[in-house]
């Protein structure tokens, strides 16, 4: 009689498991009987003259083999036919030659052998089922944020586990540069990438992905989240600065004014998540001009000129406002060619005429890295070289005093030529 109630028992163990994993119910039961249609097979040579019925609310499972009954001494397949006097003894007195008998199989009488080939297959295809569900579920969050307990910390990556102790890794490339975690901090990110490779799935997120800027603000402004601001475009140097461009669909809303908050109130949350990273929101504005213009801020340019086919622009700018629009090694204008989407050089009002020479039209003589350093301090033309100080070019360029001489000497010769 043990052996009788050890399969039952199992079945009703393995059911508990599928509550545990979040497998729905008739997926564990289509489940159950294909492991046990797989193991059957492999006893019997066949299970298609098997009937298995499951039996969810009870936790138990029933067997039924269909056999044709023959005439007693003439069984040539057991696993296909019956004798006359056997079919009749079980429990089918009326049983006739050539007639099908049902006759019902106790699986535990086959032993701890078969109940053991039985559990590891439902095992084996439980966990299946689970990354499957697990690829699934992460998938269709790509882009979204999800939150995790710090569970290790190595070198190049940290391992976080969610609420349903799914592993998520966070590499060090998508941290934030600023962050440090301790162990069973709970930390925020967006799910980066989710792949199935070898039916492994690995979650993959960031704290660096411009996602994950849009997911706090969309957390701390309501109106983005009921859709009323819209975020347009989102530059970020992670850690540094970022630049956000907000319109609002209802014009009693000040976008701007909205994501900030009352003194900060609501930015503030989302730079302290971000490590103290700056962050500028701009109203955003369907013309190129004045975008760029609000990206340059606190820059004010004097004029511009455009070519929108390449996505390029000349922004004027008094000699004072340079600087501004540059920033710190050069990060305002970069992130507002990012935020733009055009490549933006800046240069000095009046600081050249017709007869200027662009610095890029003396690579073969300076270093094109010598002519990139020059151009992010504003100086894009030889003659806006010229007209900048010596020590003010070794200072803000960052350059050595005899590559600077060098420069001057060059383009101090070319003008002399003329």
């Known amino acids: 009689m043990a052996k009788k109630e050890e399969a039952p028992n199992m079945v009703e163990r393995f059911a508990e498991f599928k509550e545990l994993k979040n497998i729905d119910k008739t997926t564990m039961i289509s489940v159950l009987e294909e492991s046990f249609r797989n193991v059957l097979s492999k006893m019997f040579g ?56 049902t006759k019902e199989i106790i699986f535990a009488n086959f032993g701890r052998r078969a109940i053991l080939n039985l559990r590891q297959t439902l095992q084996s295809r439980i966990l299946d089922l689970q990354k499957d569900a697990i690829y699934a579920k992460f998938k269709e969050l790509e ?96 850690g540094e600065r ?69 996505k390029k622009a000349e922004v004027f700018l008094r000699p004072e406002d340079v600087s501004l629009a540059i920033g710190k090694g050069g990060l305002n204008i970069k992130l507002a060619s990012m935020l733009t989407g055009y490549e933006i050089d800046v240069y000095r009002e009046g600081a050249y005429e017709d007869e200027d020479i662009y610095l890029d039209d003396f690579k073969d003589e300076i270093d094109p890295w010598i002519i990139d350093t020059l151009k992010n301090i504003g100086c894009v033309t030889a003659k806006a070289v010229l007209n900048t100080p010596r020590q003010e070019l070794i200072d803000k360029a960052d350059l050595e005093e005899d590559t600077v001489d060098e420069v001057l000497q060059i383009l101090n010769a070319e003008f002399e030529d003329d």
């Open 46 to 101: 066949t299970d298609e003259n098997l009937n298995i019925i499951m039996n969810p609310d009870k936790g138990d499972v029933q067997i039924f083999q269909n056999l044709i009954v023959v005439p007693d001494g003439e069984v040539s397949d057991p696993n296909q036919e019956i004798s006359l006097s056997d079919a009749r003894a079980d429990n089918d007195p009326d049983a006739e030659i050539g007639e099908e008998h």
């Open 143 to 238: 882009g979204e944020l999800v939150t995790g307990e710090v569970y290790q910390i190595w070198k190049y990556e940290t391992l976080l586990l969610d609420d349903d102790k799914n592993e998520i890794l966070l590499p060090k490339s998508e941290q934030i540069p600023s962050d440090h975690f301790r162990k069973g901090e709970t930390v925020r990110a967006v799910v980066a990438n989710v792949d199935n490779k070898n039916k492994n799935p690995k979650i993959t997120v960031s704290r660096t992905n411009e996602n994950f800027l849009r997911r706090l603000f969309e957390l701390e402004v309501p109106e983005i989240h009921d859709g009323l601001i819209n975020i347009r475009a989102v530059a970020r140097i992670p």
């Open 242 to 310: 970022a630049k956000i461009a907000v319109e609002s669909y209802d014009e009693r809303i000040d976008p701007v004014g909205a994501c900030v908050g009352v003194k900060g109130s609501r930015i503030h949350g989302i730079v302290r998540e971000l490590r103290n990273e700056n962050i500028d929101v701009i109203p955003y504005t369907s013309n190129p001009a004045l975008f760029i213009e609000r990206a340059l801020s606190p820059a004010k340019p004097s004029s511009m000129r455009l070519d929108n086919e390449n």
